[in-house]
T-cell receptor, first 115, second 109 residues
């Protein structure tokens, strides 16, 4: 394991409230990713980071923002949660040397329910 | 961006080889092919990856077609612990991993 901790592991929130999910890693990995997983869609990339304060959008970034102020933490924020954002969220990290040429490590996931 | 297509489900008898196919016809020349598997209520776990040549590791083998438009993950002897959803993933030069919808593998004792 790459020492990835996601918090919280479960959360229920109301529509319209802001929500922040945290991904913490202890391996000093450069690359970090946020995915969401929904039935029939596999994992879809929300945002990713290739270094401190360097982030970019993935394929389903609308309604989400991210921040990475230090190497070990990558935060995902839902500014105003909607029911369509009910999902399981996974964080992933990749070490040095470029993400494609080495393995990615995934956290245990955060199950978010928006009611 | 390269997309992947996989069968929804497959079955295998225990201790027999399993060949899990994946199509990625829009892959670019520098995109890597990765495979991950996921057990219920867990995050995906790395299995294997490659670029052009076939690859072997302790878990599996990856056979990549010469034109790179498809690949096959090979589990040499399926065990009950190999029952999982297997994802074929393309990693591009933009540092992004794109997952397919996965193949649910059932291993029959």
């Amino acid at each position: 394991d790459a020492g990835i901790t996601q918090s919280p592991r479960h959360k229920v929130t109301e529509t319209g409230t802001p929500v922040t999910l945290r991904c913490h890693q202890t391996e000093n990995h450069r690359y970090m990713y946020w995915y969401r997983q929904d039935p029939g869609h596999g994992l879809r990339l929300i945002h990713y980071s290739y270094g401190v304060k360097d982030t970019d959008k993935g394929e389903v970034s609308d309604g989400y923002s991210v921040s990475r102020s230090k190497t070990e933490d990558f935060l995902l924020t839902l500014e105003s949660a909607t029911s369509s954002q009910t999902s399981v969220y996974f964080c992933a990290t990749v070490g040095q040397g470029g993400p494609c040429g080495t393995e990615a490590f995934f956290g245990q996931g955060t199950r978010l329910t928006v009611v | 961006d390269a997309k992947t297509t996989q069968p929804n489900s497959m079955e295998s008898n225990e201790e027999e080889p399993v060949h899990l196919p994946c199509n990625h016809s829009t892959i670019s020349g520098t995109d890597y092919i990765h495979w991950y598997r996921q057990l219920p209520s867990q995050g995906p776990e790395y299995v294997i990856h490659g670029l052009t040549s076939n690859v072997n590791n302790r878990m599996a083998s990856l056979a990549i077609a010469e034109d790179r438009k498809s690949s096959t993950l090979i589990l040499h002897r399926a065990t009950l612990r190999d029952a999982a959803v297997y994802y074929c993933v393309v990693c591009n030069t933009g540092n992004q991993f794109y997952f397919g919808t996965g193949t649910s593998l059932t291993v029959i004792p």
